[in-house]
């Protein structure tokens, strides 16, 4: 089921109305990181200068220096930072479009079956916060039990698979049940929902690949929905 669920999603993201919405999400990523780039360079600036004026009444010749190599290492640090958050942006700004996708995914395969329910705005909203919370958790705690031998890489897939499936699992569900009860079936299929996860955060584990992952997320849980809800 899991393997046909994928090869599904994974078809549904060459669909031309799919790849649409993917370039609409990195490019308002990337607009949103470049926003984020300029404003915490103009933080780091105005704080550091007064700063070093302070340290340096005179400003000897080689303050200059200090002040180049400060500005040098902050700004390596500032790119490796918003290329550690373009997963995280992506996946909050594609929370936005999920419901776009999964009605257009329900259309093309599953067109006899009644359409899910959209969620409204702010409910979107704060979904797409929880998936960019969820992300960036998922990491943390796979980043800190990097530091435990053994259970390194194990710890990233467990961590992500329940976290995204849980996740991805009740936004399918909820197209098509209230809330109580989307939860309630998720956690009557919760081994089948784990290992849905481990397929997303399989899929996490791809460089550049992975800024797919919400729509790869959504339109695969909407498959492992439709056959365990039909089962």
């Known amino acids: 089921m899991l393997i046909e669920a ?4 994974g078809a549904d993201l060459i669909d031309p109305k799919l790849r649409g919405i993917l370039w609409k999400v990195l490019g308002l990523s990337l607009i949103c990181l470049i ?3 300029f404003a915490v360079r103009a933080l780091f600036m105005w704080l550091a200068f007064p700063f070093l004026a302070h340290l340096f009444p005179t400003m000897p010749d080689w303050a200059g220096w200090i002040s180049f190599v400060l500005l040098f290492l902050a700004g390596v640090g500032l790119a490796l930072t918003l290329a ?3 997963s995280p942006v992506s996946a909050f700004v594609a929370g936005i479009f999920l419901d776009d996708a999964a009605e257009h995914i329900e259309k093309i395969d599953y067109p006899d079956d009644p359409p899910g329910r959209a969620m409204p705005v ?3 909203l704060a979904a797409s916060l929880k998936f960019l919370g969820i992300v960036i958790l998922g990491n943390l705690v796979a980043l800190a039990l990097l530091l435990v031998p053994g259970v390194n890489l194990i710890a990233f897939f467990v961590v992500n698979g329940y976290l995204l499936g849980r996740e991805f699992f009740e936004f399918a569900a909820m197209r098509f049940m209230d809330v109580a009860a989307a939860r309630a079936f998720r956690r009557q299929h919760a081994w089948r929902v784990f290992f849905a996860g481990l397929v997303i955060a399989c899929f996490v584990a791809i460089p550049i690949v992975n800024l797919a992952t919400p729509l790869f997320a959504a339109a ?3 498959h492992v929905f439709k056959r365990l809800n039909s089962a």
Do not use: C, H
């Open 220 to 222: 695969f849980m909407i």
């Open 35 to 37: 926003a984020l780039w």
């Open 84 to 86: 550690m958050l373009m």
């Open 122 to 124: 702010f409910q979107a």
């Open 6 to 9: 994928a090869r599904r999603a």
